[in-house]
């Protein structure tokens, strides 16, 4: 079992900068592969970015690529998104996610789920 815990969710400017953390409970965290996920109001969750279980592989969505840097800490137990230069179309609740092992950009593939974090940013 894994817990999820995201924060460092807000209200930014276009052009800003936000990070968002996702704290994982147990001692398995090493062993999942962590993936940040997005929903905007009337839109279906899409895969925002993802990082396999030994931080060898990292997989960005096309939107966010060359902005969003996804990182993890063994010792904090916590995986991060960095995101840079924000657009008002980043605006969405973030999810963080977690599977065994592997990266994957499939949505229905990650077996544990944060509650989500606000990110909304203003033209």
């Known amino acids: 079992q894994v817990q999820l815990v995201e924060s460092g969710g807000g209200l930014v400017q276009a052009g800003g900068s936000l990070r968002l953390s996702c704290a994982a409970s147990?001692?398995?965290?090493?062993?999942?592969?962590m993936g940040w996920f997005r929903q905007a109001p009337g839109k279906e969750r899409e895969f925002v970015a993802t990082i396999n279980w030994d931080g060898g592989n990292r997989y960005y969505a096309d939107s966010v690529k060359g902005r969003f840097t996804i990182s993890r800490d063994y010792a904090k137990n916590t995986v991060y998104l960095q995101m840079n230069s924000l657009k008002p179309e980043d605006t969405a609740v973030y999810y963080c996610?977690?599977?065994?092992?592997?990266?994957?950009?499939?949505?229905?593939?990650?077996?544990?789920w944060g509650q989500g974090t606000q990110v909304t940013v203003s033209s």
């Open positions: 996610a977690a599977r065994p092992r592997i990266a994957v950009v499939a949505t229905t593939n990650y077996e544990y």
């Open positions: 147990g001692r398995t965290f090493s062993s999942y592969a």
